[in-house]
């Protein structure tokens, strides 16, 4: 039988064959995880790494902002971080990324601790600046 996956604009269609349900289901998985590693991997060769300025708004309080740095400094397309500005509520961030921006944009997306706040986040960013929002969790 036939399955797909659908994330985002990215479709997956898999014919699937085989005696057991591991055999059945095993090279659709890989497709799957060889789509998805395209999608969300930071690039190494393909991409140049580069340098995009991130503007936070909800940064609250000192915890906020460290855990703003904290969560970036564990993105695998963040090199490195560099306050630039900071303001009651508001910073922004010099990003050292590796691959593109679009692929920082993906990565933001995965667990939603940063939301866009343009009103189309597929928008392409305006004067080499990022615009979101901290999300705080309990």
């Known amino acids: 039988g036939s399955w797909r996956l659908v994330a985002g604009e990215q479709?997956?269609?898999?014919?699937?064959?085989g005696a057991s349900l591991a055999e059945y289901l095993l090279p659709g998985i890989d497709r799957i995880a060889d789509a998805l590693a395209a999608q969300y991997a930071s690039a190494s060769?393909?991409?140049?790494?580069?340098?995009?300025?991130l503007q936070l708004s909800d940064v609250g309080s000192f915890a906020d902002y460290s855990r703003v740095l904290a969560y970036l400094g564990r993105l695998s397309q963040v090199r490195s971080v560099m306050p630039v500005q900071i303001a009651e509520g508001e910073m922004t961030l010099r990003l050292e990324i590796n691959g593109g921006v679009a692929q920082l944009q993906r990565a933001l997306a995965l667990d939603n601790r940063l939301q866009p706040v343009a009103a189309d986040p597929a928008a392409p960013v305006s004067n080499g600046l990022l615009r979101y929002r901290w999300i705080p969790r309990g």
């Open 11 to 17: 479709r997956v269609s898999v014919d699937g064959e």
């Open 45 to 53: 060769d393909g991409d140049a790494p580069g340098a995009v300025q």
